[in-house]
DNA sequence: GCTGCTAGTTTGTGATCACATTGACACCGG
DNA sequence: CCGGTGTCAATGTGATCACAAACTAGCAGC
């Protein structure tokens, strides 16, 4: 168990900041998915995860509950609950929701970014980049959804936010899968367009920059590709990403 | 509780379909705010929905829970959980959203769409149709939730649907307070325009008739009648909708 | 050697209990 | 008459326990 990696992972409970096991559990497990440590196909127990932060089933098996209501897990016919599986399919389908939503809270955002808000996704952008120059695929991972995420808050927090998270929390366990089996090098992006258009207040070019850092992102996953990631997730049984 | 309203609301368990008790109670709690039984502002007691169907807390807990992840229900500081209130802020955001993702499932769903369905969906119109006419809200609010979602599964089951489902369970409480306080007579909606498009297989034309749709249904709310909502809303401590 | 059955273990589920916190309401002092 | 305070009920939270279903492994029989 090597891999306790967050700030807020101290002992179970030992901050104590008004915040329930329940709500400690769930963030534990959603930044364990979100960073890809969960790969697609491996099932969770309840006691399994419960033994491991040191908490009862109870709380684990709530915050497991609302992982699968925003589709961060399933649950199968057996009761049990696993990381889902990408199939191409379902991965056209994000990729064209995270097209809708995101290029929609981009526009939204729009009006109330500011020389600060531009200064901060430039530098997060920079290291970005720095962090694929490198093969730093944990901070690529980190930085590049902060860098969106830091953009949709703007805009509107209560309705967007929650729909794109839930996306997001479908989407990146296959995407620590690509990057870390294929490699970050051919990952590209279209932050710099983005953040020009935002800068120059287009909305066209916003949302032109937008799709297309969607859709270039992994969108040209070619055949052999998906094959080599469908043989990587049938022995998926266990053991978290390296 | 003379509103145990459905079809599967036998006693606690009786039917016994491989269904866990707090998968029951998801449905019914679902269901209940989805037909606007729960109305804004309306504050839920664990134990009072526990004892209302008959079940121990602990699966209820968790059917809350999972009723919070897809925003159908907010927590506040307190730990208390309640009907979320709905603002001019958010309404705008949910049907904006709204236009985003439906016009997008429903041009994935075209190509899936045949000769049956379009029976079937016309069928619908027509059923919303004449319950708009004899003023049947209940009925109304049924057919119309279906007409939309019998469009959008064909498409994109998958991911789309979980999200759509969303908004509108967001959505669905303050509906239910709009017909039922200003009455179902200013609805309009552009079914048959959708239902044409589908038949010509125009994406455009599908495309501008959901949005239509969506924003004529309820979009001109004027200034008084919000306030008049607002209101209503504001007493709502306890007591379902009629 | 392979299939089918059975015992033991693991796992999810739900009820119950104990505890902490919050909210309500009456009471007392000003 | 009003505001503060103490008490009690109500509520959310989480651990534990008992039970049922599912999976595993081992053995017998074909």
């Known amino acids: 168990m090597l891999d306790s990696v967050d700030s807020t992972a101290l002992h179970p409970r030992a901050d104590n900041g008004a915040i329930t096991v329940q709500e400690w559990v769930y963030r534990q497990l959603k930044e364990r998915i979100l960073t890809g440590q969960f790969v697609p ?13 040191g908490v009862s089933p109870t709380p684990v098996r709530e ?9 961060a897990l399933e649950v199968h016919g057996n009761r049990r609950v696993s990381v889902p599986k990408m199939t191409r399919r379902k991965f056209d389908d994000l990729c064209a ?15 109330h970014v500011d020389a600060d808000h531009l200064e901060r996704l430039r530098r997060l952008d920079a290291e970005v980049d720095e962090a694929v120059d490198n093969g730093e695929i944990n901070r690529y991972l980190h930085r590049h959804r902060e860098f969106h995420f830091s ?3 703007l805009g509107s927090a209560e309705v967007l936010m929650p729909l794109i998270e839930s996306v ?17 090098d051919y990952i590209v992006d279209r932050h710099a367009d983005a953040l020009n ?6 909305h066209a070019a916003l949302r032109f920059a937008i799709e297309a850092d969607v ?13 080599d990631l469908d043989a990587v997730t049938r022995q998926a049984g266990d053991a978290p990403a390296p």
Not at 41 to 53: C, E, H, N, P, Q
């Open 41 to 53: 196909g491996r099932s969770v127990t309840l006691r399994g995860i419960a033994t491991m932060l």
């Open 63 to 71: 915050a497991l509950r609302r992982l699968v209501s925003e589709r």
């Open 97 to 111: 929701v995270r097209v809708s939503l995101e290029t929609l809270a981009a526009e939204r955002a729009m009006p």
């Open 151 to 153: 953009i949709y808050e």
């Open 168 to 184: 997001w929390l479908q989407f990146s366990p296959f995407l620590r899968l690509v990057v870390s089996h294929i490699g970050v």
């Open 197 to 202: 258009a935002l800068e120059r207040q287009d």
């Open 215 to 227: 859709r270039e992102g992994l969108g040209s996953l070619t055949e052999s590709e998906w094959r």
